[in-house]
């Protein structure tokens, strides 16, 4: 399952706009385009003097409570946030936040993403009850901003569901399963592919339940819409064995698609589970570290394939990880 962890969102930087003179609004704007480049071609710890000297500027010529400002902030959250400086990161999102907080009717959007990035950023940093006071910011104020049905809402309930799973709280990972299931049948109807995803993240979140409650737990939650029930009385439409590391057993293993060089080496592991067919159906990455290539791995372990198991002549799912060195 991927985390859309929003657990983990694509990094974006901001374009800081002009500042009062032209000579130094000059130097602001290059100091901010040099950030913005450095970043995109991996060179973080660069690119960070340089959106230190950019939030040092934009604070001289526009004050600090100015947007622009803000801006700034938030570059250099995003970049300490790569470089794994948690502490770091949540300074400046809240420093950004705070400015954007004095004028939040033209800043609504701004502030909801600051939410979701402080979520995400606490949680990583195992500080899940101050992640959780911001979950609810962001959520309420989603409501509030898009309205209940709303695709932008969904977007932040499916965040919510993967902060639940990522912290341990099965049970209100479940409530936002229900909620998220319901609300995309409203908004894409019930035979569509993304009411199919949620139940098969469904599914994949069940197998972590011990015995046949997973299996119970998946009729439950297909019953919520008509229609829904697998052919087999099994829950899952299949029996699912656990295979531990695969990386073994792939026919085609495909690789990561790294969009920089950390500049460190590491891994990740992936939890998949493959369908009756060597497809995989489902992948989310279990280990902390760099959300950007976690998604990567994500990605390459979906385009992967593994030879059909079967027990006892029966073609059977098959849970399992694959880890990815880099």
Do not use: W
Request: charged share 25%; glycine share 8%.
């Amino acid at each position: 399952m991927k985390i859309t962890i929003t657990l983990i969102a694509l990094i974006h930087l901001c374009l800081i706009g002009a500042a009062a003179q032209t000579g130094d609004q000059n130097e602001l704007n290059r100091l901010n385009v040099e950030t913005v480049e450095r970043f995109k071609n991996g060179d973080h710890k660069a690119a960070q003097k340089t959106a230190e000297a950019a939030l040092k500027l934009s604070i001289e010529l526009n004050g600090l409570g100015d947007s622009k400002t803000a801006d700034a902030f938030y570059n250099l959250a995003q970049i300490h946030k790569v470089r794994e400086n948690h502490g770091a990161a949540v300074f400046n999102y809240k420093k950004a936040l705070e400015i954007y907080e004095r004028d939040a009717g033209r800043f609504d959007e701004r502030i909801i993403k600051l939410y979701d990035s402080l979520v995400a950023t606490l949680a990583v940093d195992s500080k899940k009850t101050e992640a959780e006071r911001y979950l609810n910011k962001l959520l309420e104020s989603a409501e509030n901003k898009y309205g209940a049905e709303s695709r932008e809402l969904l977007k932040y309930r499916i965040a919510a569901r993967d902060f639940y799973i990522y912290s341990k709280q099965p049970e209100k990972a479940e409530e936002f399963f229900v909620t998220i299931l319901k609300s995309s049948a409203a908004i894409y109807g019930t035979e569509s592919p993304e009411v199919e995803k949620v139940l098969s993240d469904f599914e994949f979140f069940a197998m972590s339940f011990p015995g046949t409650e997973g299996f119970e737990k998946n009729l439950e939650f297909r019953r919520i819409l008509p229609g829904k029930l697998p052919a087999s009385e099994d829950g899952l439409g299949s029996k699912t064995i656990n295979g531990g590391v695969i990386n073994g057993k792939a026919i085609s293993l495909v690789s990561p698609r790294l969009p920089y060089a950390p500049g460190y080496r590491g891994s990740v592991s992936v939890q998949v589970l493959i369908d009756e067919n060597g497809k995989v159906v489902n992948a989310k990455a279990i280990s902390k570290g760099d959300p950007v290539i976690a998604q990567a791995c994500e990605e390459a372990a979906l385009r992967s394939r593994f030879q059909p198991t079967e027990l006892n002549g029966q073609k059977v799912k098959v849970s399992g990880i694959i880890t990815y060195a880099y």
